[in-house]
């Protein structure tokens, strides 16, 4: 009896030292385990006199519940340290600024092309695209430049070989959309797109830029109807103020050509820098679509006529939004670009 006396006393020192659960288990393992002393001391009863054994196995139960209970007191109690500490240490600081994501935005020059997408398709037209690599059939011959023709000069070419080049006008796309459709009608289309000529890049030169063209071929389309819709296009884009001229031009695709000025946004018509004081803006070419080019693409030239007008998206972009260097457009400055956020 005085030995287990003693074994209750070490037992609850232990438990009491233990200070995490692992110990703890240990612990209980020792001490209520199949090879602890209380086990033992079961074993020891058959040795003694038959009138002390009850006495000393209730005692012996006594400890094992009562270094049970500790054990579980204990173990709430560890339990509530160990999840302290751990959220302690893995304490996430919800003070600290975030890092604000980058966005980027929409570039000024998709931009633009959207605006004049959207206005072309409130006018009932359809958007078509082709490729940049394009056949000399279809950004040349079809045009009514053939081979040999002085004309080709007018647009230094990247070519990849005899047949293929890489397009240098949006008029390829129309030669490719006048043969999807013949001889239906009518045809109604806008044609944007990248297109590429050798030119050296300075501020108003890019190897690469953008051109919107558009295409209408009907039974008795005028001249006056290019000249409608451009001047339509003129006022959505510059605002409500602008007139449009022409000026009689020569593209090999179209007859009679023209070059339209817009009246100047920024004065108004009275002459500024803009301008470089002529009060007009060349944004422009266009024309009726030459008879054999629509001959070519299938269509029968006595019943039906056309206009085709070609816009640079960058020279609209750059009016527009006073940017006097088109290679802001390609080199990707994020301060540059940031300013168009605003128009998203
Ligand atoms: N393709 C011409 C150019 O790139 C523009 C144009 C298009 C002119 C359609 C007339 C009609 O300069």
Redesign the pocket.
């Known amino acids: 009896m005085e030995q287990l006396k003693q074994l209750r006393a070490q037992a609850e020192q232990a438990i009491q030292n233990c200070d995490t659960l692992s110990k703890l288990n240990d612990c209980r393992v020792e001490y209520l385990g199949k090879k602890g002393p209380l086990q033992e001391a079961m074993k020891e009863m058959k040795n003694l006199d038959p009138a002390d054994r009850p006495a000393f196995g209730a005692s012996v139960n006594e400890i094992k519940s009562f270094i049970a209970s500790l054990i579980e007191e204990k173990k709430a109690e560890l339990e509530v340290k160990e999840m302290n500490e751990r959220l302690e240490k893995e304490k996430i600081d919800i003070t600290l600024d975030g890092f604000e994501p980058n966005l980027g935005n929409v570039h000024p020059l998709t931009l633009v092309q959207q605006e004049l997408e959207d206005l072309f398709i409130g006018l009932g037209y359809t958007v078509a695209e082709g490729p940049e690599v394009e056949m000399d059939l279809y950004n040349f011959e079809r045009a009514n430049i053939p081979h040999g023709h002085p004309a080709r000069d007018m647009?230094d070419t990247f070519y990849i070989d005899a047949e293929r080049l890489l397009r240098?006008?949006?008029?390829a796309i129309?030669t490719r959309q006048l043969e999807a459709h013949a001889p239906k009608l009518p045809i109604k289309v806008i044609c944007p797109g990248k297109v590429y000529r050798r030119d050296d890049d300075d501020a108003t030169h890019s190897h690469q830029f953008t051109?919107m063209?558009g295409l209408v071929v009907a039974e008795g389309i005028q001249l006056s109807d290019l000249k409608g819709t451009l001047e339509f296009m003129a006022k959505k884009m510059f605002g409500d103020k602008r007139v449009i001229r022409f000026r009689p031009s020569y593209?090999q695709?179209?007859e009679p050509?023209v070059e339209v000025d817009v009246s100047c946004h920024i004065c108004n018509g009275k002459g500024c820098p803009v301008c470089k004081h002529t009060g007009w803006i060349e944004i422009?070419?266009?024309?009726m679509v030459h008879p054999n080019v629509l001959e070519m693409a299938g269509y029968d030239s006595t019943k039906c006529s056309g206009f085709?007008?070609?816009v640079g998206v960058e020279r609209v972009a750059m009016l527009k939004y006073g940017i006097d260097d088109i290679r802001h457009f390609y080199t990707n400055d994020v301060r540059f670009l940031k300013v168009f956020s605003r128009f998203d």
Do not use: I, K, W, Y
């Open positions: 647009q240098t006008h949006t008029t129309q051109q063209e593209f695709f179209t050509s422009l070419g266009a024309g085709a007008f070609g």
